[in-house]
Nanobody
């Protein structure tokens, strides 16, 4: 699976962005997918995950109620809708494919493929 993230940019606090991750490869529909982020000087952290069918999702507490993850297997894509953005959401966001199709909660150790990152900057 090859993954390409897009949709990042500069946004003011309180604004919204929608990240997209385009996947190639026939195994996408059978892969759990996740979004991670890494801020300068910090470790890469889990943000959101969705199982292979989309029936199960998980969102980390710091963004719960503001971020939503979804997928469209027909389009080989996964999305991260980010609302009410805060400066602390500033980071490079990475999409990832997990080893186990059924999981929605994932750690870096669960990832088999990493995509390119997209920069999200929240600043006035």
């Amino acid at each position: 699976v090859q993954l390409q993230a897009s949709g990042g940019g500069l946004v003011q606090p309180g604004g919204s962005l929608r990240l997209s991750c385009a996947a190639s490869g026939r195994t996408f529909s059978y892969s759990a997918m996740g979004w991670f982020r890494q801020a300068p000087g910090k470790e890469r952290e889990f943000v959101a995950g969705i199982n292979w069918s989309g029936s199960s999702t998980d969102i980390t507490d710091s963004v719960k109620g503001r971020f939503t993850i979804s997928r469209d297997n027909a389009k080989n894509a996964v999305y991260l809708q980010m609302n009410s953005l805060k400066p602390e959401d500033t980071a490079v966001y990475y999409c990832a494919a997990a080893k186990i199709p059924s999981i929605a909660t994932m750690t870096r150790g669960d990832i088999s493929y990493w995509g390119s990152g997209t920069q999200v900057t929240v600043s006035s």
